[in-house]
């Protein structure tokens, strides 16, 4: 390559991260492990180093899940809450990995706990990355019976992403589950409507009808392969893809 050739940046510039709570779990699935967030939080400043616009959506299984709640009788709404107060808490733990390796971050919450991060506002968040701060939008919709998944979707719709990456434990979406079904194959691309269709399980049909009626495309990637995430905001084919076409 000439040392003329001018680099290739990143195809988004603006980019909304699905994540589970269980990537910040320690051994056995549950509560935050400071390790594993310096690990994501590394990965997220390969893509914030190329000058990309980070937003960030963070669930709460490590610490709460709302369906064990209402099996014993909790209401859902009260379990559903609750739920969405765990996601402060992971979003402050990644705060603090985040701002310990130089990578300027803001937690934002849909409920109102302005000790501890500011409330979710539309504008004041794409201020902050387009000052070159990642945002944690945390809280869920700030509404029960929606899951972070949606509140995923709505943000990045809100603050005019270009893409929805979903962090997962596999490399995309499949026929099957690939842990159970070694058979099961992997798909490069699938439209909305397939996705519906099929009813994948990587992320709920309301989340994705919602990507679908806005045209927000949705890559979905092993977070923990070295560099998928990096390759992904290249524009590189990683994981499965999920679009209109």
């Known amino acids: 390559m000439s040392n003329n050739t001018p680099p290739i940046g990143p195809k988004y510039k603006r980019i909304v991260l699905k994540l589970s709570g269980e990537v910040l779990a320690g051994p056995g699935g549950c509560g935050i492990d400071p390790d594993q967030a310096e690990t994501i ?25 709302g369906a064990r709640g209402v099996a014993q009788g909790m209401e859902q709404a009260t379990a559903d809450h609750m739920g969405m107060i765990a996601t402060v808490m992971n979003g402050l733990a990644l705060q603090d990995a985040l701002e310990r390796i130089g990578v300027p971050t803001r937690v934002q919450t849909a409920l109102q706990m302005n000790q501890v991060a500011e409330p979710y506002i539309r504008l004041r968040a794409i201020r ?16 029960p019976y929606f899951t972070t998944d949606t509140a995923a979707a709505l943000r990045a719709m809100e603050i005019n992403a270009d893409v929805i990456i979903k962090g997962t434990q596999v490399d995309g979406v499949y026929t099957d589950d690939p842990k159970v079904n070694l058979s099961a194959t992997r798909f490069d691309h699938l439209t909305y409507s397939q996705a519906i269709e099929y009813r994948v399980r990587v992320m709920d049909l309301t989340a994705i009808t919602l990507c679908m009626d806005n045209k927000m495309p949705l890559i979905v990637l092993n977070i923990w392969d070295d560099r998928s995430l990096f390759d992904a905001v290249l524009g590189h084919p990683v994981g499965t893809l999920i679009d209109a076409d």
């Open 128 to 143: 902050h990355m387009e000052k070159g701060r990642v945002v944690i939008i945390a809280g869920g919709t700030g509404n």
């Open 41 to 65: 939080a590394a990965k997220i400043k390969t893509v914030y180093d190329l000058g990309v616009q980070v937003g960030m959506v963070i669930g709460a299984g490590n610490l709460w899940r």
